[in-house]
C-alpha cells in the first residue's frame, strides 16, 4: 500500500519545547516538501528536498529544521525559535522529472500542531 | 510574482446543484495547473491536471477547464453531493520550478 504516512496526527507542545513531526514516504519519490497551512490561507513552503543529505529552505524557514537522511523520509523539527507555530503541517513528495512538469505533489494526512 | 488567485472564497449551495469556482494565475513560463479537493482535517487529493495544450478535463463529476491565453481555469461541479463539502485549491507550476504556487481555495459547503 504505497503512499506517504505523517505522525502523530495531533500533537500539543508547550512554549520553549523542540517538537519533531515525522513524514514516511514509500512511493520512491526524490523530493519531499513540507508546507504550513492556516485558516484561510494558502500552502506556505517551509523546506523542502530534491536528494537525500540536501534540502532548501522556503519561503518560511525560520524557527524550522529539516533533514534528510534516507530517501523515504524528511522529519520537520519545530524549534521553540518559531514563535507561532500552532498550524496543521502537510507534508508531500513528488517524483522528478523535467522541473514543472507532471510531478504531481502527493500529500500526507497532516499533523496539526497546539502550542499550548 | 507567481499568484494564484481564488473566487469566490467560500460557496454554499444545496445538494444536487451546480457550482463553478475560479482560478486565475500570473505564473509564467506555464507548466500545469492542478485542481485538489482537501477535507477538513486531511491532506489535498488531486482531481485534475491539465497543461498547456488541454483546456478541458473531467473527473467524474468534476470538470477542469483552462484558458492559457486569458491565465483562467474554472472547476464545474456538477449535481452536488453532501461529500462534495471540502476546500478546492488551485495550484500552476511553471516550467523549470518543482515548486508550485497554491491559491488559498475555495471553500465549498453543500446543504441537504
Known amino acids: 500500500d504505497g503512499g506517504i504516512t505523517q505522525s502523530p496526527k495531533y500533537l500539543f507542545r508547550k512554549e520553549g519545547q523542540n517538537v519533531t513531526l515525522s513524514c514516511e514516504q514509500n512511493?520512491?519519490?526524490?523530493?519531499m516538501y513540507w508546507y504550513r497551512q492556516d485558516p484561510g490561507q494558502g500552502l506556505r513552503l517551509i523546506y523542502y528536498?530534491?536528494?537525500?543529505?540536501?534540502?532548501q529552505k522556503g519561503d518560511i524557514a525560520e524557527g524550522y529544521s529539516v533533514s534528510r537522511e534516507k530517501k523515504e523520509s524528511f522529519p520537520l523539527t519545530v524549534t521553540s525559535a518559531q514563535k507561532n507555530p500552532t498550524a496543521f503541517y502537510l507534508c508531500a513528495s513528488s517524483d522528478l522529472g523535467l522541473a514543472g512538469s507532471y510531478n504531481e505533489q502527493f500529500f500526507g494526512p497532516g499533523t496539526r500542531l497546539t502550542v499550548l | 510574482k507567481n499568484q494564484v488567485e481564488q473566487s469566490p472564497q467560500s460557496l454554499i449551495i444545496l445538494e444536487g446543484k451546480n457550482c463553478t469556482l475560479q482560478c486565475n494565475y500570473t505564473v509564467s513560463p506555464f507548466s500545469n495547473l492542478r485542481w485538489y479537493k482537501q477535507d477538513t482535517g486531511r491532506g489535498p487529493v488531486s482531481l485534475t491536471i491539465m497543461t498547456f495544450s488541454e483546456n478541458t478535463k473531467s473527473n467524474g463529476r468534476y470538470t477542469a477547464t483552462l484558458d492559457a491565453d486569458t491565465k483562467q481555469s474554472s472547476l464545474h461541479i456538477t449535481a452536488s453531493q453532501l461529500s462534495d463539502s471540502a476546500s478546492y485549491i488551485c495550484?500552476?507550476?511553471?516550467?523549470?520550478?518543482?515548486?508550485?504556487?497554491f491559491g488559498r481555495g475555495t471553500s465549498l459547503i453543500v446543504h441537504p
Open positions: 512511493l520512491n519519490h526524490d523530493a
Open positions: 495550484v500552476v507550476s511553471a516550467r523549470g520550478s518543482y515548486i508550485p504556487t
Open positions: 528536498s530534491q536528494i537525500v543529505n540536501d534540502f
